[in-house]
């Protein structure tokens, strides 16, 4: 057997913005690592817009990701106006990854925060909802968004939830909805929540109606353990919990489908700091450990989790952390991808 036959294929989209130089540090990491991956690239984003592929990536590019399964993603920009559909949504229904799945863990001390016993997991449901990109205009006046819930949609991502706090050994799920609101919509998500928990008597359990679950959220996130919310609800609590950490920086996501799995930082494009090598690579290496448990490579994706903690527990931090370098100026994202580099083996 040979050694290019263990590599496992995996596509990499670099994205707009701050994507290449986030991905460039990433890859460098994981090649420092040892990972055994045989990146395949592709073009995303602006740049095919503007080539006149409206959806924001080339149909050849699809072929690559049906064949490796395995998707490290760049931030994309959506050109403001023009009708353009925004190529996430197109690839999570495409794909059909309908679990997004955002750990968002505080580094106290080491990251400032308010919060520093925070340790939670944000299971956003991923394909229904508003997100269905289903408007309408009635009058020139008047305007309509279909909100979409299934019952197979609602099962398939609860059950994913409680699956995943047991694999982790997680012990409450809470569940978020305006069902005294929509009782039609969240109020089957909410249904679907208490008929799955039942087959779970070890997991804790509880609904909070959106808007306080979003208050205690922002006062007590320490409170939280896994939090499974439809599409919105989710967008919104994520960007939270993840900037109570100290950094949208900071945080990682899987978006997990049944045939394919996407890996990517819940930040977007940056484009006010981007070409300046001063984004923080973090949200983007910490969803690249994700992908290589998820290929099998749990070895090296702790060795390089482990030097990314050292690295924090360094003082090592980028621009939006407030980091300086001895001489001054604060790290880039290679700078700090170097430093993670120089901690592989090293335990936090
Ligand atoms: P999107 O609509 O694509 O989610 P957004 O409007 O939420 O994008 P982001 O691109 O995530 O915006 O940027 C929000 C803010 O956070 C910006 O000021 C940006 O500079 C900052 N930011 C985002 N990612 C990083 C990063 N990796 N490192 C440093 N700062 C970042
Ligand atoms: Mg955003």
Redesign the pocket.
Known sequence: VSTMSELVPITVARGD??GPE?MDATLRVLQAAGARIAPEFIEIGEQQYLAGHSSGIAPQAWDSLRRTRVFLKG?ITTPQGGGYKSLNVTIRKTLGLYANVRPCVSYAPFVRTLHPKMNLVIVRENEEDLYAGIEHRQTDEVFQCLKLITRPGCEKIVRYAFEYARRHGRRKVTCMTKDNIMKMTDGLFHRVFDEIASDYPEIETEHLIIDIGAARLATRPERFDVIVTPNLYGDILS?IAAELTG???LAPSANIGDHVAMFE?I????P??AGKGI???S?LLLAAVLMLVHIGQPAVAETIHNAWLRTIEDGVH?A?LHGTLSIGRPFGSMDFADAVIERLGQRP
């Open positions: 913005g701050i986030i931030p960007d950094s949208v920086g930082a930040h977007g494009s940056a006010d700091i984004a923080n690579p949200g980028t939006e």
